[in-house]
């Protein structure tokens, strides 16, 4: 799997089939990945030097399972280099602007799929290879806005806010990891790969779900809700004595679970709030009453009752204490493994277990073009050859 992307929603994607099982080869320009120099903070010794880029925290990220080569592929013998590679590969990953690969003499519909007619070759674009924004550059921040998902987040009467991570170029990542894995299932049946072409914009509509389909059903514009839900009540943020915690509670039965927690049992049986939908037309008033309750006492106190009484709720952690929550550890996802320059570095697990085939980290992010010649040798260049991708 040749892993040509760069910055996140790419090299995510290509992280994921790596963690899968794939031998994933990273193949990187002679200035590097952006996200390279996205620091500090930087493993230690792996600061960006002259000639030499950096290996931040942001590109340690999504970089894992990988080996990783530096081509030029402006140069003739940069996409020579290519080109062998295409002819062994099984997936190629790519999130250049639309054109860029045929203005070098690398395009898929007449270099690489004559080349190789069973790649799957997988772009992804800001918006997509067609239509009247297909030229457009495209990043997270600009498609979150672009795509709606900010006029939903945020308080109602504040500005949209983006979403704390970049989450669509990850979801774009995800979607990517789906779509191979399918053109990889049809290639079994037919013999032959195909392109698969999908961007931040498409992927960001689509994650609208529920939100987008409710407007699709009434007409209705959605709004911004904060932290609360605008169909289940109560479904948000409140705070105790202590700390912000979250209810989640998302049928009658656990309403009733939650008021006798909260030493008001009668409200469960209050034509105020029986059902959802009446809790729905009384929301302010109900969420004032919670809101002054949860208030009397420390968060673990209310969390450990409701945990007991089988009603959704949980801390509004931090990031050093999810690291250190005994299920995120118990479930793997804080993992070590060896950095050839940094020595044992910390890395965010992997989210799927498999009962037969586990996903491990066998691999830390590579450094700037550290299996350039291990890689080139498996393709036929001799030593002397190897040279001039070196200099």
Not at 50 to 71: E, F, M, Q, T, W
Not at 153 to 170: C, H, I, Q, R, S
């Amino acid at each position: 799997m040749l892993d040509l992307s760069r910055v996140l929603a790419g090299p995510y994607c290509a992280q994921m089939l790596g963690d899968a099982g794939a031998d994933v080869i990273k193949v990187e320009s002679p200035a590097g990945d952006d996200t390279r120099a996205w620091g500090p903070p930087f493993l230690a010794g792996c600061e960006p030097q002259p000639g030499r880029p950096g290996d931040s925290a942001y590109y340690v990220s999504c970089n894992r399972n990988k080996r990783g080569i530096v081509l030029d592929l402006t140069t003739p013998h940069g996409q020579e280099a290519l080109c062998r590679l295409v002819a062994r590969a099984d997936v190629l990953i790519e999130n250049f602007k639309p054109g860029t690969m045929e203005r070098w003499g690398l395009g898929y519909e007449d270099v690489l799929r004559p080349l190789n007619p069973r790649l799957v070759y997988a772009s992804i674009s800001g918006y997509g290879r067609t239509g009247p924004d297909a030229d457009l550059p495209g990043y997270d921040f600009v498609a979150q806005a672009v795509g709606g998902i900010m006029s939903i987040t945020g308080e109602p009467e504040g500005d949209p806010m983006k979403v704390g991570v970049a989450v669509t170029d990850l979801t774009t990542g995800m979607m990517a990891a789906f779509a191979i894995c399918a053109a990889l299932i049809a290639r079994q049946a037919t013999g032959r790969g195909q392109r698969v072409d999908l961007s931040l914009l498409e992927t960001q509509v689509a994650w609208l779900a529920n939100v987008g389909q409710s407007y699709l059903v009434s007409g209705q514009p959605p709004r911004r809700w904060g932290n609360a839900h605008a169909s289940i009540v109560p479904y948000e943020l409140f705070h105790a004595a202590d700390r912000p915690i979250v209810v989640g509670v998302g049928n009658d039965a656990q309403f009733a679970r939650f008021c006798a927690v909260l030493g008001r049992p009668e409200w469960a049986a209050d034509e105020r709030f029986a059902t959802n939908p009446a809790r729905l037309r009384h929301r302010r008033e109900l969420v004032g009453l919670i809101a002054r309750e949860l208030r009397t006492r420390p968060a673990a106190e209310w969390l450990a009752a409701m945990r007991a009484a089988g009603v959704p709720s949980g801390p509004v952690r931090t990031i050093p204490e999810v690291f250190a929550d005994p299920q995120v550890l118990a479930r793997g996802m804080k993992v070590e493994c060896n950095h050839p320059v940094a020595g044992l570095i910390s890395l965010i697990g992997i989210p799927f277990k498999f009962s037969d085939t586990p996903a491990t980290v066998r691999r830390p992010p590579p450094r700037w073009g550290e299996h350039t010649a291990e890689v080139l040798a498996e393709i036929g260049y001799s030593a002397e050859e190897i040279k001039q991708f070196l200099m």
